[in-house]
């Protein structure tokens, strides 16, 4: 079972680079509805709002006809890439596309495909826009290029935001439990949900189109259902074997008890989701379809991978009670206190805590 996760885990770690290039902004105007409609025609008559817009300024504070020069050249180096629908600019008879002062110029791009498509292609222009105007400032706009920004930012938040999370939560755990094994079962179990979520939403790519923020939300939930569903098994079983149970026996009376709470919780949470899925909205049914996929993925994690794990760990997962850091340190209540101990001095105290926190490290 642990090999299998592995796998599944390297698996999932190799697909994110082509699920973000799949996600795209998800969509806010319900499907089905007169709004939809009328973008979807606006967007055929090449009126609707447009993909990309292309602010281009001269370097130097030039005069109206170097921008508009300027456009023109950019526009028609884009309408020719693939994926472009049409290209505008004041060289292609739209002089309101031109600033009153003359100085700076917009080409307007209106893209096909779906929203992921839109979002590479817009990736993939800019950079060619730059080029075709090497005296002028181009600056990218609209909806797909703020998509692309979108996913750029909110990956690198969620990179930061986990990297910060997970040292807290490790420390936390170990104060709790007094094992390193202990405390990053969690952990683990979290990793292995969030991540392997991923190859799923990029499957669901195919079917309807899902937001970058669907990526964010099945961080957030996998991690904290992960660690709640991870301890609720875990706090059993080590309650389980402290009063005298085999290690087999107490994993299986964890599984029979909090392993079915945990299989309760998940189909609870799952239910709850799914009935969010049922807005016709594309954004929101991304974010609970993604929701309803790592609250699965945690439970099952949490009742395969997790038992194997304990099964591999032994007594690494308990915490120490006696070992070498805290032999030979005295012992015993205050002085007056009534103990059969005698009193232990402050250094006594601090040679104590060290060897406690010898037994944890």
Do not use: K
């Given at each position: 079972?642990?090999?299998?996760?592995?796998?599944?885990?390297?698996?999932?770690?190799?697909?994110?680079?082509?699920?973000?290039?799949?996600?795209?902004?998800?969509?806010?105007?319900?499907?089905?509805?007169?709004?939809?409609?009328?973008?979807?025609?606006?967007?055929?008559?090449?009126?609707g709002t447009p993909d990309l817009v292309l602010?281009?300024?001269?370097?130097?504070?030039?005069?109206?006809?170097a921008v508009a020069a300027g456009a023109g050249v950019v526009a028609r180096v884009l309408a020719d890439e693939p994926g472009v629908r049409t290209v505008r600019s004041a060289a292609m008879g739209d002089p309101w596309l031109v600033s009153r002062d003359g100085r700076t110029g917009l080409v307007t791009v209106s893209l096909s495909g779906s929203d992921a498509d839109r979002k590479e292609a817009a990736l993939r222009l800019v950079p060619k826009a730059r080029a075709a105007a090497p005296g002028m400032r181009v600056h990218a706009s609209g909806v797909s290029w703020?998509?692309?920004?979108?996913?750029?930012?909110g990956a690198a938040d969620l990179l930061r935001a986990e990297l910060w999370a997970a040292p807290l939560i490790m420390l936390l755990?170990?104060?709790?439990?007094?094992?390193?094994?202990?405390?990053?079962?969690?952990?683990?179990?979290?990793?292995?949900?969030?991540?392997?979520?991923?190859?799923?939403?990029?499957?669901?790519?195919?079917?309807?189109?899902?937001?970058?923020?669907?990526?964010n939300a099945a961080a957030a939930i996998g991690f904290g259902l992960s660690i709640d569903f991870t301890l609720f098994v875990l706090a059993r079983y080590r309650e389980e074997h402290a009063k005298g149970m085999p290690r087999a026996r107490a994993l299986d009376v964890a599984l029979a008890t909090s392993g079915r709470c945990v299989f309760c919780s998940a189909l609870v949470i799952s239910s709850?989701?799914?009935?969010?899925?049922?807005?016709?909205?594309?954004?929101?049914?991304?974010?609970?379809?993604?929701?309803?996929?790592?609250?699965?993925?945690?439970?099952?994690?949490?009742?395969?991978?997790?038992?194997?794990?304990?099964?591999?760990l032994g007594d690494r997962v308990d915490a120490p009670t006696r070992c070498a850091g805290c032999a030979g340190l005295p012992?015993?209540?205050?002085a007056g206190s009534g103990g059969s101990s005698p009193a232990v001095s402050p250094p006594?105290?601090?040679?104590?805590?060290?060897?406690?926190?010898?037994?944890?490290?």
């Open positions: 079972m642990v090999v299998c996760a592995t796998v599944a885990l390297v698996a999932a770690i190799l697909s994110l680079p082509a699920v973000s290039r799949a996600c795209g902004a998800g969509g806010t105007i319900a499907t089905g509805t007169e709004s939809a409609r009328a973008q979807s025609q606006a967007e055929l008559l090449g009126v602010a281009l300024t001269v370097r130097d504070g030039g005069a109206r006809p703020a998509t692309a920004e979108i996913d750029r930012q755990l170990l104060l709790t439990y007094g094992s390193w094994a202990a405390a990053a079962l969690p952990l683990v179990v979290a990793v292995l949900a969030v991540v392997c979520c991923a190859p799923l939403l990029g499957l669901l790519t195919h079917v309807t189109d899902v937001s970058a923020f669907a990526v709850c989701l799914v009935a969010v899925a049922a807005v016709p909205v594309p954004l929101l049914r991304a974010l609970a379809l993604a929701g309803v996929a790592v609250t699965l993925l945690a439970a099952l994690a949490a009742l395969t991978v997790l038992p194997a794990a304990l099964t591999l012992s015993g209540g205050p006594g105290l601090r040679r104590r805590a060290w060897g406690h926190w010898r037994c944890w490290s």
